[in-house]
């Protein structure tokens, strides 16, 4: 995965064998996506990079990350479950999603045409970091298989990426190995995940 910040918007993330090539979704989308990045920093967020993608901080806290895919372009929350969400645009990532994060863009002219809304949203984001508000915790403790303890313990970059994770994401792939009987079966499936968990993404995402 990327570690420089302009490689995702002249090469891409990192992730796949489309880096570098003209059929990374990154081309498809450069236009929203820099427009998207304009508005970011224009927030005064600060712009760095975790988990191959470009992602917004303040105040020690994740704001929003871009994500690029064939079909779509992304500007996605953290602790989405605090904003208001008066225009209704945000939309569900996936069924073990804990509440509505991302707006989702398929034309790159959406995102000059949704400026002002998309600041108001990263201002009120950035002000719950400030003021270090945080959702409430799901009183569903999540219960991870043994064998998943025992890889993030001994997978440092695997156990920062896993607690990264929306409690949602990490529930989907506590739902997804405890469904699995063998032990086998379940350590193939962490060796299976790990580079999606690396990439911040839940067990039925793609």
């Excluded at 989308?29 to 508005?39: C, D, N, P, V, Y």
């Excluded at 209704?88 to 707006?103: C, F, K, Y």
């Excluded at 409690?167 to 989907?172: C, D, I, N």
């Amino acid at each position: 995965m990327i570690t420089d910040i302009e490689d995702y918007f002249t090469k891409g993330c990192g992730r796949c064998a489309r880096f570098g090539t003209p059929e990374c979704s990154t081309h498809a989308w450069a236009q929203g996506l820099a427009e998207l990045r304009r508005i970011c920093r224009s927030t005064g967020l600060e712009e760095t990079v975790k988990w191959g993608h470009p992602c917004y901080v303040h105040a020690g806290r994740n704001i929003a990350i871009l994500g690029a895919f064939r079909g779509d372009f992304r500007l996605s929350f953290f602790n989405a479950a605090l904003l208001s969400d008066s225009e209704a645009v945000l939309e569900w990532q996936g069924a073990n999603t804990r509440s509505p994060d991302m707006i989702r863009f398929t034309d790159n002219g959406q995102v000059a045409a949704m400026a002002s809304l998309i600041r108001a949203y990263l201002q009120e984001a950035a002000g719950y970091a400030e003021k270090g508000i945080k959702p409430p915790k799901d009183d569903q403790e999540i219960d991870l298989p043994d064998e998943l303890i025992e890889a993030l313990d001994t997978d440092p970059e695997l156990a920062d990426a896993f607690h990264a994770l929306t409690p949602g994401r990490q529930k989907s792939y506590a739902i997804n190995l405890n469904s699995a009987k063998k032990p086998a079966t379940r350590i193939a499936r962490i060796l299976k995940f790990r580079g999606k968990i690396l990439a911040g993404k839940g067990a039925q995402e793609r």
